[in-house]
């Protein structure tokens, strides 16, 4: 089994080593991870014709091989596929510092780089953990990560992924865990959870201020939410109240729609093209 590990917050983040460290003990692990922050790019690759992406070696503790990539981590994945790094089985990302749940799923890097990898036809593991003190739409501040408990996700991370990776599926998968952030022994178990609406905590407002000696120039001054109490059955009710968050993340589909606009809308396409 060999293992691709990414994640959207750089080479040098602390949960991608520990995650990484608890992922070669299944298997053959290479890192390919992005050379700075690339927290809610989701799935993107970015203009490649302008970043004209590079890609240098890296050194983690307990991991043979690392590299550093210019560019998100989607595109790490996607580099991956096209065999740089050599070709891979599984792909795991993350320990994300900020739970990746309800909307944050959709504009969530670690999430995007598992859609990538599923897009290849390789199945991805996201890995992510509460931000108690302060976690906002699937980010955690640097300064809020003291006492971050990385062991606890990773070896969540490491009993979902040898799982995984003992009848690995024939059509290939996306796994979501979000971990709370505390020691094993205080974990209440698992649930499996449905995407929610929301994430514990929300950005509220935005506004606009005026750059000083600028014209039409602003700045945007954002405000966060208090936390909200979310609803059991969903990903971020379940791991706001300890449990192990696991989410199986379905394809995105075409669908037959079956409201007047759409029928308005195909109707006047009819007349034009027909």
Not at 119 to 134: H, K
Not at 179 to 207: F, H, N, Y
Not at 265 to 270: C, N, Q, T, Y
């Amino acid at each position: 089994m060999r293992i691709l590990v990414t994640n959207d917050d750089g080479i040098d983040s602390i949960g991608l080593h520990v995650l990484a460290r608890a992922m070669a003990e299944l298997g053959d692990v290479v890192v390919a991870a992005p050379d700075r922050e690339y927290s809610g790019y989701g799935a993107a690759f970015g203009p490649l014709h302008l970043i004209q992406p590079e890609v240098h070696r890296a050194h983690i503790d307990g991991v043979s091989e690392a590299w550093s990539v210019t560019g998100p981590p989607a595109l790490c994945v996607m580099f991956g596929r096209l065999d740089l790094f050599g070709a891979y089985d599984l792909v795991v990302a993350g320990i994300n510092p900020g739970a990746n749940v309800g909307r944050s799923v959709y504009h969530s890097g670690t999430v995007g780089a598992c859609l990538t990898a599923r897009n290849g036809g390789v199945s991805g593991v996201a890995v992510s953990q509460t931000v108690e003190s302060f976690g906002v739409e699937g980010q955690g501040f640097d300064e809020m990560l003291t006492d971050q408990h990385w062991d606890t996700a990773a070896t969540v991370a490491k009993a979902a992924v040898a799982g995984l990776a003992a009848a690995l599926p024939p059509d290939p998968v996306v796994l979501n865990i979000n971990v709370p952030d505390r020691e094993l022994d205080e974990l209440k178990g698992w649930r499996r959870t449905v995407i929610g609406a929301a994430p514990p905590r929300s950005m509220a407002t935005a506004q606009l201020e005026p750059r000083k000696g600028h014209t039409d120039a602003f700045r945007v001054k954002m405000d966060w939410g208090e936390p909200v109490e979310l609803p059991p059955h969903t990903d971020g009710g379940a791991v706001m109240s300890g449990w192990v968050s696991l989410g199986w993340l379905s394809t995105l589909e075409a669908y037959a729609p079956a409201f007047a606009g759409a029928a308005e809308a195909e109707s006047r396409l009819d007349g034009l093209l027909t």
